[in-house]
């Protein structure tokens, strides 16, 4: 029970990596803020993780919140801290390639506005969020960030574009010089990097691919399968721990080894 009266706020939570992420902080006893921008998922996820919490005295909250838009993003974070009197843990979860019609385009197939599209998609609400929860974990002198990179950041996706590779080693940079900055005030910042990561968006592109191509993606994985959702979450919670009291700056591959 990691997260007994501890809240909690994950961006895009309604599904994928997020979504999986909060099943665990409201099974162990977190007070959930889920945001997300489409209130569908939202009207499903909520009731569903409500579900699932048990016995642990955690609670799941939706707010649905475009995490670009700088004011809803402020609205948002000083309603949850007037509400519960903290934020505890802010997950970054927003971000992904699947918002241009290519993702894998080369430098040179890339339109400019598909560039801009990915920078700000991957980086902004990272910013926004961050930026404004920073000075409620400041009043309590704690506070975890978990921001979510990518393999593509440090070079090491083979189907991923330019812009989505410079936006997750964006993240990466981010979160280290993020560490430095609030290391002092006590708030821990770190990410993961995920590797394939077999979230409802990114089945569908992994169904696409031909047998011999998810074959040679699981082949050059040493434990010989693709990650699902609920494989970076247990990262994102270690890292929002207790347990991680003494780590920050630190981007984890969760990967299976790649």
Request: aromatic share 4%; charged share 20%; hydrophobic share 45%.
């Amino acid at each position: 029970m990691r997260f007994v009266n501890k809240v909690a706020l994950i961006t895009a939570a309604a599904n994928g990596i997020g979504r999986a992420t909060a099943q665990i902080m409201a099974r162990e006893g977190a007070t959930v803020i889920c945001v997300d921008n489409h209130q569908d998922r939202l009207d499903e996820a909520v009731p569903a993780l409500r579900r699932g919490i048990g016995k642990s005295g955690g609670k799941v909250e939706g707010r649905l919140v475009d995490a670009l838009d700088a004011a809803a993003v402020d609205k948002v974070v000083a309603e949850v801290a007037r509400n519960h009197g903290q934020i505890d843990i802010l997950v970054n979860a927003v971000g992904g390639s699947t918002v241009i019609a290519n993702p894998q385009a080369t430098t040179e197939e890339l339109a400019f506005a598909d560039w801009q599209k990915l920078i700000a998609f991957n980086l902004d609400g990272t910013f926004l969020f961050t930026h404004a929860v920073i000075p409620v974990m400041k009043r309590r002198r704690s506070g975890k960030i978990v921001n979510l990179a990518s393999i593509a950041g440090r070079g090491l996706s083979q189907n991923s574009s330019s812009a989505y590779a410079a936006a997750k080693g964006g993240i990466i940079a981010f979160t280290r010089k993020l560490a430095h900055e609030l290391g002092p005030e006590g708030i821990n910042v770190n990410a993961i990097a995920p590797s394939v990561t077999l979230t409802e968006r990114i089945r569908p592109h992994w169904e696409k691919r031909s047998q011999a191509s998810q074959a040679e993606e699981i082949e050059r994985t040493p434990l010989r399968r693709v990650a699902e959702a609920v494989d970076q979450a247990n990262v994102i919670c270690f890292l929002a721990s207790a347990d991680a009291d003494f780590v920050t700056g630190l981007t984890i591959d969760v990967t299976g080894g790649v």
